[in-house]
């Protein structure tokens, strides 16, 4: 008998040392980005900002084109948007960690188009040779660039100034589905 109870004691201790209660979940921590996000276009894929109050699973973002295809779940991609547009997002919060599964959240999100980057000194000055001096101007887009003589301001050169003087550069874009429009005047003079 005696070691059938002693049997029975170390059956009892090792129940309790090895068999723990499972640990209730908590609930999904609390998304603290955004619902509402804009960035500007910048040719490559931009995710949504997605923060939680508490190191949490990793969350699942699927993107949207429509609001209406959030809603009906259709056309929906886990591919990161890169180009100007409306896009709306649904994260998913798993369970793991610790956490119980939690409702998703939608994000409206928007890529906006960017500033056209024009580099030009504002004063330029070059020296008189016969040949057409064209402002320098640095610029991953095409620009346009129109010349204007200051002795006639309203009409535009045929191209670059010859003759000694100063002229009104006018640099322009048009823009288009990914920049805005720009314009900007610097001052060339040739002497």
Same mark, same amino acid.
Request: proline share 10%.
């Given at each position: 008998? &005696?070691?059938?109870?002693?049997?029975?004691?170390?059956?009892?201790?090792?129940?309790?040392?090895?068999?723990?209660?499972?640990?209730?979940?908590?609930?999904?921590?609390?998304?603290?980005?955004?619902?509402? =996000?804009?960035? @500007?276009?910048?040719?490559?894929?931009?995710?949504?900002?997605?923060?939680?109050?508490?190191?949490?699973?990793?969350?699942?973002?699927?993107?949207?084109?429509?609001?209406?295809?959030?809603?009906?779940?259709?056309?929906?991609?886990?591919?990161?948007?890169?180009?100007?547009?409306?896009?709306?997002?649904?994260?998913?919060?798993p369970a793991g960690k610790g956490?119980?599964?939690?409702?998703?959240?939608?994000?409206?999100?928007?890529?906006q188009k960017a500033f056209v980057?024009?580099?030009?000194?504002? =004063?330029?000055?070059?020296?008189?040779?016969?040949?057409?001096?064209?402002? @320098?101007?640095?610029?991953?887009?095409? @620009?346009?660039?129109?010349?204007?003589?200051?002795?006639?301001? =309203?009409?535009? @050169?045929?191209?670059?100034?010859?003759? &000694?003087?100063?002229?009104?550069?006018?640099?322009?874009?048009?823009?288009?589905?990914?920049?805005?429009?720009?314009?900007?005047?610097?001052?060339?003079?040739?002497?």
């Amino acid at each position: 008998m &005696r070691k059938s109870i002693r049997i029975l004691f170390i059956s009892i201790l090792s129940f309790i040392v090895f068999c723990k209660t499972p640990k209730e979940l908590e609930d999904p921590p609390i998304i603290t980005s955004a619902t509402y =996000q804009h960035t @500007l276009y910048n040719g490559r894929p931009q995710p949504i900002d997605v923060q939680a109050a508490k190191d949490a699973a990793p969350f699942v973002i699927t993107y949207f084109p429509s609001e209406d295809a959030l809603w009906n779940n259709t056309g929906g991609t886990r591919e990161v948007p890169r180009e100007v547009g409306t896009y709306y997002a649904r994260i998913e919060r798993p369970a793991g960690k610790g956490y119980r599964e939690g409702k998703p959240v939608k994000v409206e999100y928007y890529i906006q188009k960017a500033f056209v980057p024009i580099d030009a000194e504002p =004063q330029q000055e070059f020296a008189y040779d016969g040949t057409p001096k064209a402002a @320098l101007v640095r610029s991953p887009l095409t @620009l346009t660039l129109s010349y204007y003589n200051e002795a006639a301001p =309203q009409v535009p @050169l045929a191209g670059p100034p010859v003759e &000694r003087g100063p002229y009104r550069v006018v640099i322009s874009y048009p823009g288009d589905d990914r920049y805005m429009g720009a314009s900007r005047e610097i001052e060339l003079r040739i002497k």
